[in-house]
């Protein structure tokens, strides 16, 4: 009887093109062939395993993307330089900081975004460098590029004689995905500024950013901004309105977001001015000081709240929940202004059912809210 030799885990009868059935009487001379052929194979592929080790790193397919090796800034740079010219990813080292010493242009930390560019990492951030003499932003998007962001975190920038100190969207694109803006600083918009473009967040924080007004973000009409989950947390407009987000026209909606811990003039969480369209989806405004209208001031703007939550917020003088002005309107859909101080609402009665304390409550002008808890965008 004859026995065969078949591929291993193939079933008999299967046999590939480059293979036969031997009798067991010619097996030693086909072993030895084999071995052979596949030490010839061996060293082949040892050949051009060491070939490719040494050739140096370079762009990836299309497919792949762009890796940039940890803090490349001129390699950064280099790749979105040709992802505006042809689109593409760029992906980034993971747990990786990439520090920008000079800018690229007057004003921006990286070559402005032309055409349509997604650069990704994971614990991965980009910023300008502490110890930088020159003032800038780190990006900015022109009108018609489109720019995503995948799970990264964009600080440090500082631009006091303009507008959006971490990234300025001029009427492009901006796609935030689990990224985190903390800590930049501007003239307007801190931490982002949407000049008529569109802007979305997904599960990202805007957090810790200053400007004299709209701290965290700014949107100016006919601008979009579309926030789903995530915060606005510790932002600050230390000489005017808007402590977390400030609108100028267009329309604004979050949902499942929380506005917390920001501080203005007014309008400590939101301030909204004529023209503006803002939607609040299961959000909650808490914590947040101003002198007038602390988590929400609606000064001409429409706003709408839905299944969200007011409270523990606090005002120097009126409107520790909301506070409206030159028409301003809100409305309440299944939401809750509860527990603010020194009230719910200013005027009286000017926010259909929303009621104020018996017992009115007069807080210092150097009370503050409890610290919120700092938070780092999911990776």
């Known amino acids: 009887m004859e026995r065969h030799l078949v591929h291993p885990g193939r079933p008999a009868g299967l046999l590939g093109a480059d293979e036969c059935s031997v009798s067991l009487s010619s097996v030693e001379g086909v072993v030895a062939m084999k071995i052979l052929l596949r030490s010839g194979a061996v060293a082949a592929a040892v050949g051009v395993g060491l070939s490719l080790a040494v050739l140096p790193a370079g762009p990836a397919g299309a497919a792949g993307g762009t890796h940039v090796r940890c803090n490349d800034i001129t390699g950064l740079k280099n790749a979105i330089t040709q992802a505006n010219t042809s689109g593409g990813r760029i992906i980034l080292a993971s747990h990786c900081t990439y520090t920008l010493t000079t800018p690229a242009t007057e004003v921006d930390g990286l070559p402005p975004i032309t055409g349509k560019v997604t650069i990704s990492g994971r614990d991965t951030t980009i910023r300008r460098a502490p110890d930088a003499t020159t003032q800038f932003r780190v990006l900015r998007v022109v009108a018609g590029g489109h720019l995503t962001l995948n799970s990264l975190t964009v600080s440090g920038g500082r631009i006091a004689f303009q507008s959006g100190g971490g990234i300025e969207n001029e009427g492009g694109t901006l796609n935030l995905n689990r990224t985190l803006i903390k800590g930049n600083s501007a003239l307007s918009g801190g931490g982002l500024l949407n000049l008529g473009g569109q802007l979305r967040l997904d599960h990202s924080t805007v957090e810790r950013n200053v400007a004299n007004y709209g701290g965290g973000i700014r949107n100016d009409g006919p601008g979009t901004v579309t926030m789903k989950g995530g915060s606005l947390l510790n932002n600050r407009a230390f000489n005017s309105d808007g402590g977390g987000l400030l609108t100028y026209g267009g329309t604004t909606s979050l949902d499942s977001v929380s506005v917390r811990g920001n501080t203005a003039l007014h309008g400590g969480g939101i301030e ?74 200013s005027p009286e009665g000017s926010v259909p059912g929303c009621t104020n304390p018996a017992n009115r409550i007069t807080p210092s002008s150097s009370q503050l809210p409890p610290p919120a808890k700092d938070s780092k965008a999911r990776k």
């Not at 503006?276 to 209208?293: C, E, H, K, P, Y």
């Not at 120097?316 to 002005?325: D, K, L, N, P, V």
């Not at 859909?333 to 009230?343: E, F, G, K, L, Y």
Request: with cysteine.
């Open 272 to 345: 909204q001015f004529p023209g503006s369209i803002l939607r609040l989806t299961s959000t909650t405004l808490r914590d947040n000081i101003a002198v007038s209208g602390a988590a929400l001031s609606s000064n001409g703007g429409t706003a709408t709240l839905v299944r969200s939550l007011v409270t523990h917020n606090t005002a120097i003088t009126a409107g520790g929940g909301i506070f409206t002005q030159n028409s301003g309107q809100v409305t309440l859909t299944s939401s809750r202004v509860i527990r603010n101080a020194p009230d719910n609402c």
